[in-house]
């Protein structure tokens, strides 16, 4: 008699990532790990709720009158996709708690893979042979941004138009092609569907077609590489990869997690409105409010077009504005820097051996000092997003917070990264147990030598 | 210890962690009937809270369930020799092959480029020219003493009104307008009109402080003086507003030309 499906299936597992697997199966399961498995997590409720709100979610700017259970809205005029999300919320049985739970989740994706990202560049997990996974990792986190950007825009609500209108106008600050890209993007007056149903097909269907495709990417090559791991008294991880098998005690793990964390949300969304779209009030043209802000994860650049001064350079019929600096330029430097960073520690160290074992932040001045300003730089940037609030707390005027700010941004990443190569340093030569990794292997050959 | 046998650095759970199937059992089941219990909430509509608390208790009666499982049938983790590492970056410096992909490349781009400048429509044309009369969003003529002192009027030209581009406000000064403004449109010596669009990165510039007689952007706080052609004096923009220039006709404002500027964000073309 044959096997059923579900036992030819768990066996299959079992040969292959399990148990009996041959070689051994490992997969990661320590603390850090665990940051990156909770954003799969988070993406896996995201895709949940937000399959449940897209049945009901209406991408469309008409105007249309709103009768319902809401008081404050019942019988206006609203965009529909404004009235869409007051339905969901208001209406809809356990719409509000989805809405919440969708927000609720976004924040923990975009902090996890933030976490994750800060955590593999400190401790050097992006050495050979896992640039690639590094690569991909980096992509997922832009993948990320694009949902938090297009979400924010989908309730269609007082500052929509605003975040629009930014995104035009950096594009706009592009030379040559700019303004032709932003015509073809963004042509046409709001209110008008075209850049809804933009946001929309992006959010709904593009990039999470894009994220899963570089997370499968991503995670058969940390299955394949072999989990990196910090050092350890009774294996030597750079001969020895140790973990567990990935079915089934590394899945019950990702199960549990997952129960865990979706019980964590749902609390959270019955405590904290997290969602307050109707709170801000729905598009009304050429109308904005005082504290306009966009999602936490993109702070960092209207951080920036808050500080970068106003000073246009012509070159040759070429206007470089503070918004192609601040929009294109500083982030673009930004994700570069993450991104090619293991490139430019090979070539500087010359240091191209494989390495399994996760070094100490202070391990490597170079890598310290990167790291430490590439995230004052941000950090900074983004609390500049937060001036008008600033300036209201401390009462004072919003111009000498900008002036400070602006002197902050120069100053601060350049101050950390001196004092984190200083700390890497004095470690080095005072130190525990550096004297292997600040020298490399005599194996290794230089960059890109052998042609 | 460099041992390339597989082998079990941590072992399996200690002993006493035995697994009990009626505890397992016990929680799985507490998890099924929340869950049960929450779609008969959901078709009785009940509300946000007793929704979400259902839900959780359930999520949290199968964490219970799943700990217990992973902690009984732990395996123990597993050791594995390291392969040799693979080279993860092809050997293209230097090579001929990267100077034609880096041609190519280029290539594409201007082609892109041409075709880009093709197929983009052209820029929107100005709503705005002489003798067009200043509406309300409902469509109403605008007279000067509709706009108090210290007072905002948004308006729109007649035939677009709404239209976001064409959005021009009305600021009723509290001192005579001065130069830089084009003088000769401004009705009363105090009522000014400029484009509602930021020249930083074209949010609307919807706040008006009067003690200063400001002009603010909430978006990125750039500060126009409306009493000076709304040249910049804070903040990152670097143009002025666009003036509309106004005249009274059968005592209802109209315009007595088109913006001095193309309203919006200055681009990259110089």
Redesign the interface.
């Known amino acids: 008699m044959p096997p059923s499906p579900i036992a030819a299936l768990t066996d299959a597992l079992d040969r292959r990532v399990g148990?009996r697997a041959d070689?051994?199966?490992?997969w990661p399961t320590d603390f850090w790990s665990l940051v990156g498995h909770t954003a799969v997590v988070a993406f896996l409720v995201l895709t949940a709720t937000g399959i449940a709100l897209a049945l009901v979610y209406r991408p469309s700017t008409a105007p249309m009158v709103y009768q319902g259970s809401s008081e404050l809205y019942d019988g206006q005029t609203l965009p529909t996709a404004f009235a869409s999300i007051v339905y969901i919320s208001e209406d809809v049985?356990?719409g509000?708690?989805l809405r919440?739970l969708h927000v609720a989740a976004s924040h923990v994706f975009l902090l996890a893979i933030v976490a994750h990202l800060l955590r593999t560049l400190a401790t050097g997990a992006f050495r050979?042979?896992?640039?690639?996974i590094h690569t991909t990792g980096v992509g997922l986190l832009l993948v990320a941004l694009g949902f938090s950007y297009t979400g924010e825009l989908l309730p269609f609500g007082l500052v929509a138009?605003?975040s629009l209108?930014?995104a035009?106008?950096?594009m706009?600050?592009?030379?040559?092609?700019?303004?032709?890209?932003?015509?073809?993007l963004f042509?046409g007056?709001?209110p008008s569907d075209r850049f809804l149903l933009l946001s929309w097909a992006t959010h709904v269907f593009v990039l999470p077609l894009a994220f899963v495709g570089l997370l499968l990417v991503h995670l058969v090559l940390v299955h394949r590489?072999?989990p990196a791991l910090a050092e350890?008294r009774?294996?030597?991880v750079?001969?020895?990869?140790?973990?567990?098998?990935l079915w089934?005690?590394a899945v019950?793990?990702f199960?549990?997690l997952t129960?865990?964390l979706?019980?964590?949300l749902?609390?959270s969304?019955?405590l904290v409105p997290w969602s307050d779209a109707e709170l801000e009030g729905p598009f009304r043209?050429?109308?904005?409010?005082?504290?306009?802000h966009p999602p936490w994860p993109l702070f960092f650049l209207?951080g920036g077009?808050?500080?970068?001064?106003?000073?246009?350079l012509?070159i040759g019929?070429?206007?470089?504005?503070?918004?192609?600096v601040?929009?294109v330029v500083i982030p673009g430097l930004l994700v570069a820097g993450v991104a090619l960073y293991p490139?430019l520690e090979?070539w500087l160290r010359r240091d191209?051996a494989?390495h399994?074992r996760l070094d100490h932040p202070l391990d490597v001045p170079l890598r310290a000092g990167t790291v430490a300003g590439l995230t004052t730089l941000t950090i900074v940037l983004s609390l500049a997003a937060g001036?008008?609030v600033l300036a209201f707390w401390l009462r004072v005027p919003?111009?000498a917070i900008?002036v400070t700010f602006r002197v902050l941004a120069l100053v601060l990443p350049v101050a950390a990264a001196t004092a984190a190569v200083a700390a890497s340093r004095r470690r080095g030569r005072h130190g525990p147990g550096t004297t292997t990794s600040t020298s490399p292997p005599a194996d290794s050959h230089p960059?890109?030598g052998?042609? | 210890?460099?041992?390339?046998e597989?082998t079990e650095?941590s072992g399996p759970s200690p002993q006493g962690d035995r697994l009990r199937p009626a505890w397992l059992v016990g929680w799985l089941v507490v998890a099924a009937v929340l869950v049960v219990a929450l779609v008969v909430a959901?078709?009785g509509?009940?509300g946000?809270?007793r929704?979400?608390?259902l839900?959780?208790?359930a999520?949290?009666a199968?964490?219970v369930a799943?700990?217990h499982?992973?902690v009984t049938?732990?395996?123990?983790?597993?050791?594995?020799?390291?392969e040799?590492?693979?080279?993860?970056?092809p050997?293209?410096?230097?090579?001929r092959q990267l100077v034609g992909g880096g041609m190519a490349a280029v290539l594409l781009g201007l082609l892109a480029?041409v075709g880009?400048?093709r197929?983009?429509?052209?820029?929107?044309t100005s709503a705005w020219a002489d003798g067009v009369a200043l509406v309300t969003?409902d469509g109403e003529a605008v007279r000067p003493d509709d706009v108090p002192l210290g007072g905002v009027v948004?308006v729109w030209p007649e035939r677009a009104a709404?239209?976001?581009?064409s959005?021009v406000m009305l600021v009723r000064l509290r001192e005579v307008a001065e130069e830089p403004t084009r003088l000769d449109g401004v009705v009363d010596h105090t009522l000014v009109a400029y484009s509602?669009?930021c020249t930083?990165?074209?949010?609307?510039v919807?706040?008006y402080r009067d003690h200063d007689q400001a002009l603010f952007c909430?978006?990125?706080?750039?500060?126009f003086d409306a009493r000076r052609g709304a040249r910049?004096t804070?903040?990152?923009?670097?143009l002025p507003l666009p003036q509309l220039p106004l005249r009274v006709e059968d005592g209802a404002l109209v315009a007595a030309g088109d913006l001095t500027a193309a309203p919006?964000?200055?681009?990259?073309?110089?």
Request: hydrophobic letters at 45%.
């Open positions: 148990r070689p051994p199966s490992v049985p356990g509000q708690l919440r050979r042979p896992r640039l690639l138009g605003s209108r930014i035009e106008a950096v706009y600050a592009l030379p040559f092609a700019g303004q032709e890209l932003g015509a073809l042509a007056e709001l590489r072999r350890r009774d294996v030597d750079e001969v020895t990869a140790v973990g567990r098998p089934p005690d019950a793990r199960a549990l129960a865990a979706t019980a964590l749902l609390v969304a019955v043209t050429a109308e904005a409010t005082n504290s306009v209207t077009l808050r500080i970068v001064p106003g000073i246009d012509v019929g070429v206007r470089i504005t503070n918004v192609l601040a929009g490139l090979r191209d494989a399994h001036i008008d919003v111009e900008v960059h890109g052998s042609s | 210890m460099t041992s390339t597989p650095p959901w078709i509509g009940a946000l809270e929704l979400g608390l839900a959780a208790g999520a949290a199968a964490s799943l700990h499982l992973v049938q732990d395996a123990g983790e597993r050791t594995v020799a390291r040799p590492a693979p080279r993860d970056l050997d293209l410096l230097g090579r480029l880009l400048r197929l983009a429509p052209p820029p929107p969003l948004t709404g239209s976001e581009r959005a509602r669009l930083h990165a074209g949010c609307a919807a706040l909430p978006c990125h706080q750039a500060t910049p804070a903040g990152p923009a670097s919006g964000p200055v681009g990259g073309r110089a």
